[in-house]
């Protein structure tokens, strides 16, 4: 990209129309259509890092999703004011108006869909799929081994099973029975959440861009055309960011990092001095007035309100560091060549956010009732893929493999379709990764037995 006008497209995924900025935009609609998503709204079941439910509240996938679009439509407005100022002379009318008054509606309807393809148990249930096709790539179906079902790129997204790829997926399908054009999205939402422009098989872990990836072997058609929408492929056949991208990633960065630090505390993890501790170091080196702020923190006496005071300070001066990183790298960004993140090149002045990060992973992901969702989430998932993937792609299957197609829903079920097995191993994922925690914990009891169904 040579100019911030080509960062933009008014169409929509699916069909041809152009997008009008009227008092209720097309880019406005993609926000209201994800709120009203029925995966969306799941979410508010599916795990972020701690248990679900209990008697504190902690964050769900939802209400984790909806902070990030707060932080990523303050993100979008800083940075769309900051480009027209600069390029007011560069630009149309009308792609004036976009940065100006568009942008930050994109980067949080993009942010609302970033997490919409996790499964249930959060991230360990993605690596509980993978785990599960590693562990049963001998299993013997149709006289053959599971692995020989599938080509090289194929069983690469079958282990090593991934939520932003199955993300694009969701919004962007034909499910059977549904209209084509999957949730018709504008062009430029799509690719905002496009945060690993690879297949499954280009993934390198060394590289930011590319320790996972962004789209399944399925999906491809889907991908390159939002792709193709931006020219984004570059001469050496690998394809760069949308730019906006990082403003969504920033946003998705500052929450998890900060807010799961709230968690913890409420939970009694981690104890008010050490938040504060840790919180006020982190001002300091983030240029902020920590003076002030240890002055109105002696005059709250309520423990989780001056966790949240200084959960939103950081949050703020986050958000002011990474727009101005974004500006100060926007060439870069721009044209594809910058190979960070906005939150890496913070921490680059700010070397106290390594040591926040160190803390979580000691204090909160390895606490025991982290690991012990994780753990549900392989046994649950192991037992539902494993009675349902080969349910359909058996030729012949006995009495139990055809009561179990019953139950996927007809979106899904693809058993009597003539597609491939991928195809079919593909569709039963989408039902899996569907399901809340709590839906593949009771489905998983009934299956075993250990919970008796009863008529409603």
């Known amino acids: 990209m040579q100019n911030w006008s080509e960062c933009i497209s008014y169409r929509r995924f699916g069909y041809q129309t152009s997008g009008t900025l009227g008092f209720r935009s097309e880019f406005t609609r993609d926000y209201d259509r994800i709120i009203f998503l029925s995966a969306f709204r799941r979410l508010q079941n599916k795990t972020q890092v701690f248990p679900l439910p209990g008697n504190v509240f902690v964050h769900n996938r939802l209400t984790h999703s909806l902070e990030v679009a707060s932080v990523g439509r303050s993100l979008g407005s800083i940075v769309g004011h900051a480009l027209v100022d600069e390029y007011k002379n560069q630009c149309t009318e009308n792609d004036l108006a976009f940065y100006k008054y568009e942008l930050s509606g994109v980067i949080s309807s993009a942010c609302l869909a970033h997490d919409v393809g996790n499964p249930a148990f959060g991230h360990s249930g993605e690596k509980a799929i993978s785990h599960f096709f590693e562990t049963h790539a001998d299993l013997t179906i149709n006289g053959k081994t599971l692995r020989s079902h599938f080509d090289y790129g194929e069983w690469c997204d079958l282990t090593h099973y991934e939520g932003n790829a199955n993300a694009l997926r969701l919004l962007t399908r034909q499910f059977k029975g549904k209209l084509d054009g999957g949730q018709r999205l504008m062009m430029v939402t799509l690719a905002s959440i496009l945060k690993y422009p690879c297949a499954s098989f280009d993934v390198e872990n060394k590289k930011a861009h590319f320790k996972k990836y962004g789209y399944f072997q ?32 920033a946003a998705d960065d500052i929450c998890y990092r900060i807010i799961d630090m709230e968690d913890a505390h409420r939970i009694g993890i981690l104890s008010r001095d050490q938040i504060e501790s840790a919180f006020i170091k982190l001002l300091n080196e983030l240029g902020d007035n920590s003076e002030r702020t240890t002055e109105i ?37 721009l044209q594809g060549t910058f190979k960070s993140t906005l ?14 990060a160190h803390i979580s992973v000691k204090k909160i992901y390895n606490h025991p009732s982290v690991i012990e969702v994780e753990l549900a989430g392989y046994n649950v998932m192991e037992e539902i893929l494993s009675v349902f993937v080969q349910a359909v792609i058996s030729d012949k299957r006995n009495s139990l493999q055809k009561k179990c197609i019953l139950l996927i829903p007809q979106q899904y079920n693809l058993v009597n379709d003539d597609v491939s ?3 079919k ?9 569907g399901m809340t925690d709590g839906y593949a914990t009771e489905l998983y009891r009934k299956m075993k037995g250990i919970d008796i169904p009863s008529h409603k």
Do not use: W
């Open 425 to 433: 191993t593909m569709s039963v994922l989408d039902f899996v990764s």
């Open 343 to 356: 939150m890496d090149e913070v921490q680059r002045n700010c070397p106290y956010l390594e040591d926040v």
């Open 297 to 333: 923190l002696a005059k709250i006496g309520d423990d989780n309100e001056a966790v949240s005071f200084l959960r939103a300070k950081i949050i703020n001066a986050l958000v002011m560091k990474s727009a101005e990183v974004f500006h100060h790298f926007r060439n870069e960004i």
């Open 218 to 249: 399925s999906d491809k058609s889907a991908f390159d055309q939002i792709i193709d929408e931006f020219a984004l492929r570059n001469d050496d056949g690998t394809i760069s960011r949308h730019p906006f991208v990082y403003l969504v990633e």
């Open 421 to 423: 097995p991928y195809e």
